[in-house]
């Protein structure tokens, strides 16, 4: 069973830009399909974006607009979401999550393992 740890959250003002990492241990990441979700309080959970297992499909949701990136290196066991023109409304706590059986997905529940999540706050 994979274990994943998110790092790289914290505070930024708008217009920034943060790096967030998801960690996998327990398990080759390059055998999971990779999500990356949010949720801000009082909201429900939305889908960021995913990544193929060879990197090369990447779906992002509409919000994003071109303004961040997932990314995966699957001999370092990690998957990256680089977020620029951060805005007050990407607030929120940030989760990876992994898939073993395809296809990539958008949906939330398709997922089977988790991490902790890893708080992003963004200032005006």
């Known amino acids: 069973q994979v274990q994943l740890v998110e790092s790289g959250g914290g505070w930024v003002q708008a217009g920034g830009s943060l790096r967030l990492s998801c960690a996998a241990s327990?398990?080759?990441?390059?055998?999971?399909?990779m999500g990356w979700f949010r949720q801000a309080p009082g909201k429900e959970r939305e889908f960021v974006a995913a990544?193929?297992?060879?990197?090369?499909?990447?779906f992002y949701g509409d919000f994003v607009k071109g303004r961040f990136t997932v990314s995966r290196d699957n001999a370092k066991n990690t998957v990256y979401l680089q977020m620029n023109s951060l805005k007050p409304e990407d607030t929120a706590v940030y989760y990876c999550?992994?898939?073993?059986?395809?296809?990539?997905?958008?949906?939330?529940?398709?997922?089977?393992?988790w991490g902790q999540g890893t708080q992003v706050t963004v200032s005006s």
């Open positions: 990544v193929s297992r060879d990197g090369y499909i990447l």
């Open positions: 327990g398990g080759t990441l390059r055998s999971y399909r």
């Open positions: 999550a992994a898939k073993a059986e395809r296809p990539t997905a958008t949906m939330g529940g398709a997922y089977d393992y």
